[in-house]
């Protein structure tokens, strides 16, 4: 299975650095992705909507006796 994105690529070198993997499955991904251009992430990071401000509670009136 080749790898889908550069992101993907580092996670897995990380891996095999770490003994998580072993040399053949990350030489079998790297020999199946080839020369393919890959982008940086599969997916964009969301953009995140800023929260909307609370909006203060109406004060009850005062009666006048």
Do not use: D, H
């Not at 079998?28 to 929260?51: D, F, H």
């Amino acid at each position: 299975m080749p790898f889908k994105s550069k992101a993907q690529r580092r996670k897995f070198a990380e891996l095999l650095v770490n003994g998580k993997i072993s040399p053949e499955t990350y030489e079998e991904w790297n020999r199946e992705t080839g020369r393919a251009r890959l982008p940086e992430r599969v997916k964009p990071a969301s953009k995140r909507r800023p929260r909307p401000k609370s909006r203060p509670k109406p004060r009850a009136k005062r009666r006048s006796r």
